[in-house]
């Protein structure tokens, strides 16, 4: 009988794989189409293909948002807003779930701090993040802009200012959130039908991270549906990647790279000498 599978086990048992196709009569191409179409992907590939590998993808997940890791960083502005992100980092699912920002400009880093501690919950977060231009000394001075917000008691880790880097891992989970809605709603989102991608591509893009952000993050949707390549991006290649990008504001974007390469930063070891008596 064809696509009926056997194998022995060690056992000695006779173990027999029968995949719905051994009988086209029962299952005809209408009753495929129509089972498939009410239920979501992961569950027909679990169900009917017996695969043992679909998995539930984030939006099937019930997230504890207590019990997941807590991160948040921030894009420090001067002229330009100041941002601060925060977000969750569900690894079993490979999801980060951003779900508050603080955007604001004109303010003194008292300020910014003072109202990015209001609100948190006290040791809600794991680690903060930040530019890494602002760990950096200037004009001779010992002191530096990061310091400033550890004196008003936000501590923060340089974070890793890689673009290129950074713009393909968000590329990658935006891209992964939208390969996991077109699973769960077994049908391609409009993105990929512009682009041609085939129906199998999308398993392999929804294991890659994916993002989401909660509907009250207005100014982090607004600047990722505005940011774009300019028009001679991909003709001059002497220009340096920030130069090709647009206008738009960037700055919960430049957090959100940041986030992302998270795992890349490494706090180097200060070594002390010993001081000279004087």
Request: proline share 6%; hydrophobic share 35%; aromatic share 8%.
């Amino acid at each position: 009988m064809p696509n009926l599978e056997t194998r022995k086990c060690k056992s000695g048992f006779l173990a027999v794989r029968a995949h719905y196709s051994i009988d086209p009569e029962l299952w005809p191409v209408e009753r495929i189409g129509s089972i498939r179409a009410a239920m979501p992907g992961w569950r027909w590939r679990k169900e009917y293909e017996i695969d043992f590998d679909a998995n539930v993808h984030v939006r099937n997940l019930r997230i504890d948002l207590h019990a997941c890791p807590k991160y948040k960083v921030i894009d420090h502005g001067r002229r330009n807003p100041t941002v601060c992100l925060w977000w969750i980092e569900h690894r079993p699912s490979k999801t980060l779930y951003f779900y508050r920002e603080y955007y604001r400009a004109d303010a003194t880093i008292a300020d910014h701090c003072r109202t990015i501690n209001q609100l948190e919950e006290p040791g809600e977060t794991r680690s903060a993040l930040i530019d890494p231009s602002t760990h950096r000394r200037l004009d001779n001075s010992y002191s530096t802009v990061a310091d400033e917000y550890a004196r008003h008691g936000v501590r923060t880790v340089p974070a890793d200012n890689n673009l290129a880097a950074g713009i393909e891992a968000v590329t990658a989970g935006l891209t992964a959130a939208l390969a996991r809605w077109s699973i769960e709603n077994n049908t391609p989102h409009p993105w990929f039908q512009e682009r041609l991608v085939p129906p199998q591509r999308l398993y392999a893009l929804a294991e890659d991270r994916a993002l989401y952000f909660h509907p009250s993050m207005t100014n982090t949707i607004r600047e990722i549906e505005q940011l774009s390549w300019l028009d001679s991006a991909d003709q001059d290649n002497s220009k340096p990647l920030c130069e090709r990008i647009g206008t738009a504001d960037d700055h919960c974007c430049d957090c959100l790279r940041y986030a992302l390469l998270r795992p890349r930063v490494r706090v180097n070891r200060i070594q002390t000498n010993t001081l000279r008596k004087i």
